[in-house]
C-alpha cells in the first residue's frame, strides 16, 4: 500500500512487479488501509480536547502571531474517476470530478479534525461546511473547545476561541475570515494579511500531503468509499511522520522547508514552492 500512496503507479504496474494478480493487489492494498485506519486513527487523529485546543492556541500565537486561534480550516477536492450512474454529483466547478475533504489544521501543519467525503465534488464550499458533521458539531458545540472567553495579550480585550478561514466559509463566533473587497483601509489590510498567514497553514499542510503521497497527483480509478478510506489512510501516516520524524532528527525529512512558507528575521515572507 506504501508504494501505492507514495509514488501513485498502477495497480497494474505493482502487481507485474511483484508477479501477482491485480485482484490481488487491491485486497492487499485495501485490507493494509484498514489496518492503518484502525491502529493509528486512535493515537494520531484522535479528537482534541480543551487542553488540545488551549496549547494549539498558543502554538498558533508564538508561531504565527494570531491570538486565540486554534485552527485553520479549509477543503480539498481529490480527484476520482467518475462513478457509473452518478450523473453530475461528483463534477465540480473545476471541470473534474472529485471527493472532498473538509480538514482543520494545527500550527505544526498536522491535521486535527478532518471530515471525509462530507458532500459531493459539485458542492460549493459554503454547502459543503453546511452537510460536513464537522460543521454541524461546531455549531452545537460538541468539539470540546473551551467555552469562556480569554484574553489577549497585553491587552484587556476578552475574545473566544475561533477558527481561521477564506471567504467561502461563513463568518460566526467560532469563525474567522478576512474582511471582503479590495479597497481596504490599513487596519482592515494588516488584519487580513495576519490572518492569511494563520490560514495558509491548511494550504501547505495539503501541500505536504499531496506532495508525499502522490497518488492524490492524478485521477483516483477506485469506488468513491475505497477514496475516502485511501485519503484517511494518508492523513493518518501524515501526522504520524509529523510527529514522529520531527522527535527523531532534528532535520524534518518528511517535510523539509522548501514544503512549507517560511519567514527570516527581516519580516521577509517566502511562500513554499509550487506543489
Not at 502571531?65 to 465540480?92: E, M, Q, R, T, W
Not at 474582511?179 to 490572518?195: D, M, R, T
Request: overall charge neutral; some cysteine; proline content about 5%.
Amino acid at each position: 500500500m506504501l508504494r501505492f500512496l507514495a509514488t501513485g503507479d498502477q495497480v497494474a504496474s505493482i502487481a507485474f512487479a511483484h508477479r501477482i494478480s491485480e485482484s490481488t493487489v487491491y485486497n492487499i492494498i485495501k485490507e493494509t488501509y484498514r489496518v492503518t485506519i484502525r491502529v493509528l486513527n486512535p493515537i494520531y487523529l484522535k479528537p482534541p480536547k480543551e487542553e488540545d485546543w488551549k496549547k494549539i492556541a498558543a502554538g498558533f500565537w508564538n508561531h504565527w502571531n494570531f491570538p486565540n486561534c486554534i485552527g485553520a480550516i479549509d477543503d480539498k477536492h481529490f480527484v476520482i474517476k467518475a462513478p457509473p450512474n452518478s450523473g453530475s454529483l461528483y463534477f465540480n466547478y473545476k471541470k473534474s470530478y472529485s471527493i472532498v475533504l473538509l480538514a482543520v489544521c494545527d500550527y505544526q501543519y498536522k491535521f486535527t479534525i478532518v471530515d471525509c467525503g462530507a458532500a459531493y465534488g459539485s458542492a460549493s464550499d459554503g454547502g459543503i461546511f453546511a452537510q460536513s458533521e464537522f460543521g454541524k458539531c461546531l455549531n452545537s458545540n460538541d468539539l470540546n473547545i473551551p467555552v469562556e472567553n480569554c484574553k489577549l495579550l497585553l491587552s484587556d480585550i476578552e475574545m473566544p476561541y475561533y477558527f481561521v478561514a477564506d471567504e467561502a466559509f461563513p463568518l460566526s463566533k467560532q469563525i474567522m475570515r478576512p474582511y471582503p473587497g479590495q479597497c481596504l483601509n490599513e487596519k482592515k489590510s494588516i488584519f487580513n494579511y495576519w490572518l492569511s498567514r494563520a490560514r495558509r497553514i491548511i494550504e501547505n499542510t495539503f501541500g505536504i500531503l499531496v506532495s508525499r503521497w502522490r497518488i492524490f497527483r492524478r485521477s483516483i480509478c477506485l469506488k468513491p468509499d475505497h477514496v475516502d478510506a485511501i485519503i484517511m489512510a494518508a492523513i493518518n501516516l501524515h501526522n504520524f511522520l509529523m510527529i514522529e520524524n520531527n522527535g527523531v532528527t532534528n532535520e524534518n525529512t518528511y517535510c523539509p522547508l522548501n514544503y512549507i512558507d517560511t519567514e527570516d528575521n527581516t519580516g521577509r515572507y517566502t511562500e513554499c514552492m509550487e506543489i
